[in-house]
């Protein structure tokens, strides 16, 4: 018997965004999306789709997945109502394809005025680069 308040059976927004921790988690740990999958139990394909948001993650997959990626469950959720935007803002841009590699190789600058330096050229080139498409 269905209810007007029951859960639709397809990915939701949510879904899409534990998706999209869950693939920025993966890769901040190095893992493959198969290596993943061989540690959860499932194929690499079906882990692509939990992270593109295509399926829905069920809390025991979720719990499996927190174990692996070593975090706690709830990092794939939101938090304060302002820092869910926040957290799904930065999602959002370290999923950005390089986005995880740069952070890596930008943390490992000691130097201030160094690091001062790259996100001024970090910042020209982006500059540039809206200019060039405008």
């Not at 499996?64 to 820092?83: C, K, N, P």
Request: no cysteine.
């Amino acid at each position: 018997m269905d209810t007007p308040n029951a859960r639709p059976k397809r990915a939701t927004d949510q879904d899409r965004l534990v998706g999209e921790r869950i693939h920025v988690l993966r890769k901040s740990k190095g893992l493959t999306q198969t290596e993943l999958g061989r540690a959860i139990g499932v194929t690499f394909q079906q882990v692509q789709k939990y992270e593109n948001g295509m399926n829905r993650v069920g809390a025991s997959r979720l719990s499996d997945i927190a174990r692996v990626l070593e975090v706690r469950v709830s990092s794939f959720y939101d938090g304060d109502e302002g820092e869910g935007e926040d957290r799904a803002e930065v999602f959002g841009f370290l999923r950005t394809h390089g986005a995880i590699d740069l952070l890596r190789a930008f943390s490992e600058i000691e130097d201030d005025q160094t690091r001062r330096d790259v996100l001024a050229i970090v910042r020209g080139v982006a500059r540039l680069k809206q200019a060039q498409d405008a």
